[in-house]
């Protein structure tokens, strides 16, 4: 698997050759300015909720890459309304196999709405159960039990998980997180972009290693296998 980090909790990830954007929010993360938004490629474009700083590119990427959309029902009615037909529609508990693996999509405990804040569904998480790396992308949470339900269906080899603290998991909760997830690898998202979120990034990888934990955070703009 290799994972390139595009900021905020925006990855690009390929996993069997296929290539995977999640929660595009680039051009308007000035942490980002390096990232050439126009010639990013992507055959699948992951979704986890409505908020602007995890859609804010969403369409133009989707245009851009004519990839496909996973994402809950309620954003694929809306990026329907909005021009973008390459959708795939899921909602919480709902498991479909793509050419490159088996998706779940699990629950986030957090909310959601679009922009203009009209309803956008309910955000949500996604396993991804692959030949190549099986892993967890948690979108914006909180820790919750039904995490633990997560190694009853995947053993995962990674998690990407938020870390920033206010609008979701702190460092200390991503650690009980790990826990009740059973993976002892996580990547770091959602922290540093605003004032709310700075994380101190030796404090945190320390505190993961004291549980005998790794958390990985990437540079923006950093590409690594994983
Ligand atoms: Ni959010
Ligand atoms: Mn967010």
């Not at 995490?147 to 870390?163: E, Q, R, V």
């Not at 690898?185 to 320390?206: E, K, Q």
């Amino acid at each position: 698997m290799q994972v390139k980090y595009l900021g905020h909790s925006s990855f690009y990830v390929e996993v069997n050759e296929t290539k995977i954007i999640f929660d595009p929010f680039i051009r308007p993360n000035s942490l980002a300015k390096d990232i050439d938004f126009e010639n990013l490629k992507a055959d699948f474009i992951f979704v986890s909720h409505g908020h602007e700083d995890h859609i804010a590119d969403l369409i133009d990427l989707a245009k851009n890459t004519k990839a496909k959309v996973v994402c809950n029902w309620e954003i694929h009615a809306w990026l329907q309304r909005n021009g973008i037909s390459n959708t795939h529609p899921m909602n919480i508990g709902g498991e479909w196999t793509f050419n490159f693996g088996k998706i779940k999509m699990v629950t986030a405990l957090h909310t959601s709405s679009f922009p203009d804040g009209t309803y956008a569904g309910n955000p949500v998480g996604f396993l991804f159960d692959t030949n190549d790396k099986k892993f967890y992308y948690a979108g914006d949470t909180g820790l919750t039990l039904d995490m633990k339900l997560i190694p009853l269906w995947l053993k995962l080899d990674y998690a990407f998980l938020p870390i920033g603290n206010n609008f979701t998991m702190n460092v200390k909760d991503a650690i009980l997180c790990s826990d009740f997830i059973e993976c002892n690898n996580i990547i770091g998202m959602h922290y540093d972009t605003f004032g709310y979120i700075v994380i101190d990034h030796s404090a945190s990888v320390t505190a993961f290693t004291n549980s005998n934990k790794n958390l990985y955070l990437l540079d923006i703009g950093e590409e690594k296998s994983f």
